[in-house]
């Protein structure tokens, strides 16, 4: 899974199934014999990309190491609608008692991607990347920015001690960009790039005074956009972030032309649609 702690997911997912079976699968108790084998079916209903798939193999073998799951794509892959994506062999109960966590994961995970791929693709072409936000799921971060990567796009923050980015809050409590600059540069600077918020070119010729390095502009509209950018690039080496709360990748296309290097889209991880994927489970 690339740069996914297994460990992480390992406890991620117990607590996962902890929270859905509860003392059990009281349906499933009722009516399957216990060591009635099945197979599962994981179909696509629709046109998207994958991920998710280690994570809801990992489901069933938390509940018995001896499931196995035969993928027929991978994470990252695009599939058309009626795609058998994986096969799950073992007891009954087992994979009904890990369908809808495992489903929850690859419908939510995969939505993610597909939806990152829409907004990379818009973009190509130009030099700018489609970045993630810390606008994620509690518990869910780790795999919610795997996704984002898996459609194309790029990490940005993981969490709050992974880089300084200056916001209109961090800001009044300093006195003004300047001053949230030099001391945030005095604390971090040699160890972290500084990011800072700004909606003017006054504030633009502020914070790149001081020594800003990233600049980062949010929902500004674009001939707006496009000034400040005009503005910034009087010195090469900023990189621009531009972030916005539309979900319209043809609404992206514009800032990238303009000069953004990074296009942030907290919707990524936050409102991506679950994809249509079905479990069929049939006995054997």
Not at 162 to 174: E, I, K, M, R, S
Not at 194 to 209: F, G, H, N, R, T
Not at 243 to 254: F, V, W
Request: net charge negative; proline share 2%.
């Amino acid at each position: 899974m690339n740069w996914i702690d297994e460990g992480a997911l390992y406890s991620q997912i117990a607590v996962f199934l902890r929270e859905d079976l509860g003392r059990g699968d009281l349906t499933t108790q009722s009516i399957i014999a216990r060591n009635t084998r099945a197979r599962g079916r994981f179909v696509a209903g629709e046109q998207m990309i994958v991920a998710g798939l280690e994570a809801a193999e990992e489901i069933f073998l938390t509940l018995d190491a001896q499931q196995q799951l035969e993928a027929f794509v991978g994470d990252g892959e695009t599939v058309e609608a009626g795609k058998v994506i994986a096969r799950m062999t073992g007891f009954a109960d087992v994979l009904l008692a890990g369908e809808r966590v495992a489903l929850n994961l690859l419908q939510h995970l995969s939505g993610i991607a597909t939806l990152t791929n829409s907004f990379v693709t818009e973009i190509a072409g130009t030099n700018a990347q489609i970045v993630d936000s810390r606008s994620t799921t509690p518990g869910l971060r780790m795999l919610e920015k795997y996704a984002v990567m898996l459609g194309g796009g790029h990490p940005h923050r993981f969490g709050l001690d992974d880089g300084v980015v200056l916001t209109p809050n961090h800001v009044q409590f300093a006195g003004g960009i300047a001053g949230a600059l030099k001391t945030a540069k005095e604390k971090v600077a040699r160890l972290h790039r500084i990011e800072v918020q700004v909606s003017s070119a006054a504030e633009v010729k502020e914070a790149l005074d001081a020594g800003a390095e990233i600049l980062s502009f949010v929902n500004i509209h674009i001939e707006t956009f496009k000034e400040l950018v005009v503005v910034a690039r009087q010195f090469p080496s900023v990189t621009i972030n531009y972030t916005t709360t539309s979900l319209a990748p043809n609404e992206i296309r514009q800032y990238a032309d303009a000069g953004a290097d990074l296009i942030c889209i907290p919707g990524l991880t936050n409102s991506a649609r679950a994809m249509d994927i079905s479990f069929q489970i049939q006995p054997f």
